[in-house]
């Protein structure tokens, strides 16, 4: 049974640019979250999307973009890449309406703005 | 605003010895509560979580924690740390108006050095 994966492992980009990001959640979960996390913080939530919809949003900018497929995996853009962007990129997956489940992470993608 | 607080940002143990990381949290509810362990390169592993009832939640790897409501604190004890508990742990709480799998808000996390 796999769990969240996440593709590239690693990016490098310059400033301008724009990147996409993509994870496929855990077998027979639903909702895929994204998550910044900055060197030295904690996680800070990007958004959700549930049924191809986002359903929650952090305090993110609009550059924040993503997209939800068919088959529950997940893509986050950036556009208009900025230094302070660098960060690893978690992404999570959950399944909506289970009382007892949680989110289950993904090893993230490390992205570089140069 | 919701906000969750790891005092310590970085804590030194003996293998072998007792650990205690604290967390505090501010919310008008008790809200659903989270510690996570990060290794190196690695993502998030969830160690427990407390949704509801008895306050004393038992999760992975030895690990425990305890929530105490008057305290607005959820924090994760383990009897006798091994070598490869070091990593950087996370305390995390569910968003106001969230499910359980909904939005979380994270703490600035503790680094866990253990020396031998």
């Known amino acids: 049974d796999a769990g969240v994966t996440q593709s590239p492992t690693h990016l490098i980009k310059t400033r301008g640019q724009q990147v996409t990001l993509r994870c496929s959640p855990k077998s027979g979960h639903d909702t895929v979250s994204w998550y910044q996390q900055a060197l030295g913080q904690g996680p800070q939530f990007i958004f959700q999307?549930?049924?191809?919809?986002?359903?929650q949003r952090g305090n993110f900018p609009d550059r924040f973009s993503g997209h939800q497929f068919p088959n529950y995996s997940s893509e986050l853009n950036v556009n208009a890449l900025l230094l302070g962007d660098s960060a690893l990129y978690l992404c999570?997956?959950?399944?909506?309406?289970?009382?007892?489940?949680?989110?289950?992470f993904g090893p993230g993608t490390r992205l570089t703005v140069l | 605003a919701q906000s969750v607080t790891q005092p310590d940002i970085h804590i030194t143990v003996s293998e072998g010895a007792s650990l205690e990381l604290r967390c505090n949290y501010s919310y008008g509810a008790t809200p659903y509560l989270f510690w996570y362990v990060q290794s190196p390169g690695q993502g998030l592993q969830l160690l427990l979580k407390y949704f509801s009832g008895d306050t004393l939640v038992q999760g992975i790897k030895g690990f425990e924690a305890e929530f105490k409501r008057s305290q607005s604190s959820f924090n994760l004890r383990k009897p006798s740390v091994h070598w490869s508990d070091a990593a950087e742990y996370f305390c995390?709480?569910?968003?106001?108006?969230?499910?359980?799998?909904?939005?979380?808000?994270f703490g600035q996390g503790t680094t866990l050095q253990v020396k031998p």
């Open positions: 999570a997956s959950s399944l909506v309406g289970s009382p007892t489940d949680t989110q289950y």
């Open positions: 999307y549930y049924e191809e919809e986002e359903r």
């Open positions: 995390a709480v569910g968003a106001p108006g969230s499910s359980n799998t909904g939005k979380l808000i």
